[in-house]
């Protein structure tokens, strides 16, 4: 047998003995300080040298950029697959501050640190990185999602808003990425508008036209008893796909497209869609593994390796002051405690979106300070898989103690 075929298959089975050991555990790990993404980022980091052995570079990249996109398109449509527009406008109220104030003012926010801190890389790569570590990861604090301890009205909030804030943020994600490659010598910016314009229109109406599109056709195949509700789950991957591909056919950012689709999607078909909340706790748990388990083996070793004392104050500013001080300005007037807009301003964990959005940008556009960026983002993921972590269960009781 080659030796490389046989490392990879030992490597395979070391990594899948560990999804097993973590799945039939999950209840005594929910007791504990420990959590999904910290348990596959340490093992990935562990196994760098195994995986990174696999295959050579150019491979690797091609691996990490596969995997960086199908998450993403599956974690886009699902998230925005379970808004429900109606109860956003009557009930909704907190997120949809938060979203559409304390989002902008993040953003905002988080340029004028990154600016400050590193002014020789311009203006656009601070809107990058301010983009990529603005949405949220409820994955990284799910204790507090699904805790009994904290009030409903706190739980549902930061559920909706890590469900939207990704999608919402991609077109700042594109925006530098597209002006930062802009500014690098000798890159060709004939048109670069042009199609920047392009791509953040025509993503939302392929979206659009694919949710409406497929909803209902499944409807009509529902009320007909064409559809067996099990194929609910294939339905799923191939809408969410399928404008996905669309989009990117006729000059469309099929990120954009994905999310639209999801949403659209979610308001229009008639009947239950559990079958994606069911999916995606499987397929798409899966996915999220593995996601983490690259970033330890394959980014954060990067990322330290690039450190720098700019890199990990950015990193506690982007946790702490420019999450925090948006958050509660969006909140005033809402008649919600202090401790409730700090709980809700603390638990803004970074974690797969900006992981996903960074591979992503990297691999498709050239850009100064590429290194830089990559250390802001593994030391603002590091930081917040470790503290919102360990912070999630003790605040968790706090908050419920309390309010």
């Not at 298959?9 to 003995?17: D, K, M, P, S, Y």
């Not at 340490?42 to 995997?67: E, N, Q, W």
């Not at 390796?305 to 809402?334: C, D, K, Q, Y």
């Amino acid at each position: 047998m080659d030796h490389s075929h046989e490392t990879f298959e030992l490597v395979l089975l070391g990594i899948l003995t560990c999804v097993f050991l973590y799945s039939i555990l999950t209840n005594s790990i929910s007791k504990t300080v420990l959590t999904l993404p910290m348990i596959f980022m340490v093992i990935g980091y562990f196994c760098v040298d195994a995986i990174g052995g696999l295959a050579d570079s150019p491979t690797l990249d091609i691996g990490k950029r596969f995997l960086a996109e199908i998450t993403l398109i599956l974690v886009l449509f699902s998230d925005a697959s379970h808004v429900r527009f109606k109860t956003l406008r009557m009930n909704y109220q907190i997120p949809l501050r938060m979203l559409a104030i304390g989002l902008p003012l993040t953003i905002a926010l988080g340029v004028a640190v990154a600016y400050f801190l590193n002014p020789e890389s311009g203006l656009a790569m601070a809107l990058l990185t301010a983009a990529v570590l603005t949405p949220t990861d409820a994955a990284l604090g799910q204790t507090v999602v699904s805790s009994a301890d904290v009030p409903e009205h706190l739980s549902e909030t930061i559920n909706v808003e890590s469900g939207l804030n990704d999608g919402l943020v991609l077109p700042f994600v594109l925006f530098g990425a597209i002006l930062a490659s802009a500014g690098m010598d000798g890159a060709h910016t004939d048109g670069l508008a042009t199609a920047a314009l392009v791509q953040v229109v025509l993503g939302p109406l392929v979206g659009v036209a694919f949710g409406w599109g497929i909803a209902k056709a499944m409807d009509y195949a529902r009320a007909h008893d064409l559809m067996a509700e099990a194929a609910g789950g294939v339905a799923f991957l191939a809408v969410a796909f399928s404008a996905y591909i669309a989009s990117e056919l006729v000059g469309g950012n099929g990120f954009i497209a994905a999310f639209i689709a999801g949403m659209v999607f979610g308001n229009t078909y008639k009947h239950e869609i559990h079958f994606i909340g069911e999916f995606m706790e499987g397929v798409g748990q899966l996915l999220t593994m593995f996601a983490f388990l690259v970033f330890g083996a394959l980014l954060l070793p990067d990322g330290l390796e690039h450190m720098t004392w700019n890199a990990v104050i950015l990193a506690l500013l982007f946790l702490t002051v420019v999450r925090m001080l948006p958050i509660w300005l969006s909140l005033l007037g809402t008649g919600l405690a202090l401790r409730e807009k700090l709980f809700l301003g603390w638990f803004g964990p970074r974690g797969l979106a900006s992981i996903l959005f960074t591979l992503i940008m990297m691999d498709e556009f050239d850009f100064p300070g590429e290194q830089e960026l990559l250390a802001c983002v593994s030391m603002t993921v590091f930081l917040s898989i470790i503290l919102h972590g360990v912070s999630a269960a003790p605040l968790s009781k706090w908050i419920g103690r309390d309010v």
